[in-house]
């Protein structure tokens, strides 16, 4: 047998001519397979970057996240607690307003040693240290305080969230007899007790405000006048602790509010915060 001869007749009989179409079936065929394979590889490259953890359910995903359980659980109440007691702006002093007090965030009613009040609902920390000891001042050597005259934190949807009162909804502010010192009213204290009062902002080097030097008065506000972070409140708030533990020193012990020093701090004191007003 003449294999170059039987093996070309054979390849020749196995080609065949094209049916009439069927190229162009071939090539329609070859389209859809095309946009099939692109949607396919789409799709995987879709599903590759979805988390691992979207395919899996919540009680595999827990057992395999290195975090632990109880970590996983204190940030979530965390996240939890941010979001009820955070009001999500800030007060006009720059620091965050709460929604609550006495209810897991930062404001708390805090004794006000030495007077009759059941105490006052402040930020805790620096901020209390400075009001508490403003009020403690004030009903020694201003005028005795009584039981409902001081009010602290308020409801962020109580106050004005332009104005100074605002600070109050933070925890950073006190108001002390509100009824007897209205908004937009002067001269509500004797001049020997305006005296103290400069006496006692001046003692603190400016990291309270009061509201008798806004363009519009509320004589019965007093405020934190620095933001978050300031180291000037953290000084005052030291210093402060410090005349605690010393005999004769801090609120309640004599001062001489009239001494050439201390009258020139204050009326240079009173010069800034009202042009600043």
Same mark, same amino acid.
């Not at 007093?222 to 533990?245: N, Y």
């Not at 050439?260 to 915060?273: D, V, Y």
């Given at each position: 047998m003449n294999l170059r001869k039987e093996i070309p007749l054979k390849l020749a009989f196995l080609r065949r001519e094209p049916?009439?179409?069927a190229a162009a079936h071939r090539r329609v065929l070859s389209r859809r397979a095309l946009l099939g394979r692109i949607a396919a590889i789409g799709g995987a490259v879709g599903v590759a970057a979805l988390p691992v953890s979207h395919f899996l359910s919540q009680a595999y995903a827990d057992a395999n996240n290195p975090i632990p359980g109880s970590v996983r659980d204190a940030l979530r109440s965390a996240q939890d607690r941010t979001r009820r007691v955070l009001a999500g702006s800030r007060s006009r002093n720059g620091w965050e307003m709460e929604n609550v007090a006495d209810d897991g965030g930062t404001v708390y009613t805090r004794p006000v040693p030495g007077t009759p009040l059941k *105490?006052?609902?402040?930020r805790m920390g620096d901020v209390e240290t400075v009001l508490v000891?403003?009020?403690?001042?004030?009903?020694?050597e201003v005028d005795a305080l009584r039981r409902g005259d001081v009010v602290g934190w308020?409801?962020?949807?109580?106050v004005g969230r332009a104005r100074p009162e605002s600070n109050l909804a933070s925890g950073t502010a006190v108001r002390i007899r509100p009824?007897?010192?209205p908004r937009g009213v002067r001269g509500g204290f004797f001049p020997q007790q305006e005296v103290v009062i400069r006496d006692i902002l001046a003692e603190l080097d400016g990291v309270v405000r009061w509201g008798g030097d806004d363009r519009t008065p509320d004589e019965s506000l007093f405020s934190i006048d620095v933001r978050p972070g300031d180291k000037r409140l953290a000084e005052v708030a030291a210093r402060?602790? *410090?005349w605690q533990l010393e005999p004769g020193a801090g609120a309640g012990?004599?001062?001489n509010v009239l001494a050439g020093g201390r009258r020139k701090a204050a009326r240079a004191l009173e010069r800034r915060q009202r042009t600043a007003a």
């Amino acid at each position: 047998m003449n294999l170059r001869k039987e093996i070309p007749l054979k390849l020749a009989f196995l080609r065949r001519e094209p049916r009439p179409g069927a190229a162009a079936h071939r090539r329609v065929l070859s389209r859809r397979a095309l946009l099939g394979r692109i949607a396919a590889i789409g799709g995987a490259v879709g599903v590759a970057a979805l988390p691992v953890s979207h395919f899996l359910s919540q009680a595999y995903a827990d057992a395999n996240n290195p975090i632990p359980g109880s970590v996983r659980d204190a940030l979530r109440s965390a996240q939890d607690r941010t979001r009820r007691v955070l009001a999500g702006s800030r007060s006009r002093n720059g620091w965050e307003m709460e929604n609550v007090a006495d209810d897991g965030g930062t404001v708390y009613t805090r004794p006000v040693p030495g007077t009759p009040l059941k *105490g006052v609902a402040v930020r805790m920390g620096d901020v209390e240290t400075v009001l508490v000891h403003l009020l403690r001042r004030f009903h020694y050597e201003v005028d005795a305080l009584r039981r409902g005259d001081v009010v602290g934190w308020h409801d962020p949807s109580e106050v004005g969230r332009a104005r100074p009162e605002s600070n109050l909804a933070s925890g950073t502010a006190v108001r002390i007899r509100p009824g007897s010192y209205p908004r937009g009213v002067r001269g509500g204290f004797f001049p020997q007790q305006e005296v103290v009062i400069r006496d006692i902002l001046a003692e603190l080097d400016g990291v309270v405000r009061w509201g008798g030097d806004d363009r519009t008065p509320d004589e019965s506000l007093f405020s934190i006048d620095v933001r978050p972070g300031d180291k000037r409140l953290a000084e005052v708030a030291a210093r402060i602790r *410090g005349w605690q533990l010393e005999p004769g020193a801090g609120a309640g012990s004599r001062v001489n509010v009239l001494a050439g020093g201390r009258r020139k701090a204050a009326r240079a004191l009173e010069r800034r915060q009202r042009t600043a007003a």
